[in-house]
Nanobody, 120 residues
Framework: QVQLVESGGGLVQAGGSLRLSCAAS????????LGWFRQAPGKEREFVAA??????????LYSDSVKGRFTISRDNAKNTVYLQMNSLKPEDTAVYYC???????????WGQGTQVTVSS
């Protein structure tokens, strides 16, 4: 079992930055692919970014809407994954969720979400 707890959300003006953190329980953190997803009001949840399990080199993947602005990283010693969000836009407003998948499997573990609001 893996438990995920997000933090770092808040209110920021357009053009600003936020860093989200997701702390995970468990002793096999390095064997999980970690992802960030978001859901805006009235919209479906969408993929934002992912970083693969450590033994595969920790490769990253981003949605086109955040590529070049967001950076995902992981610290296996701290069992934490981060999402650095720069040049934020009002359309980035959403609840952001952290998720974990064993190696490259399905995302079976989810955090409770953290609200990010970007004002224009």
């Amino acid at each position: 079992q893996v438990q995920l707890v997000e933090s770092g959300g808040g209110l920021v003006q357009a053009g600003g930055s936020l860093r989200l953190s997701c702390a995970a329980s468990g002793r096999t953190f390095s064997s999980f692919t970690l992802g960030w997803f978001r859901q805006a009001p009235g919209k479906e949840r969408e993929f934002v970014a992912a970083i693969s399990w450590s033994w595969s080199g920790g490769s990253t993947l981003y949605s086109d809407s955040v590529k070049g602005r967001f950076t995902i990283s992981r610290d296996n010693a701290k069992n934490t994954v981060y999402l650095q969000m720069n040049s934020l836009k009002p359309e980035d407003t959403a609840v952001y969720y952290c998720a974990a998948a064993k190696y490259s499997g399905d995302y079976n573990y989810w955090g409770q979400g953290t609200q990010v609001t970007v004002s224009s």
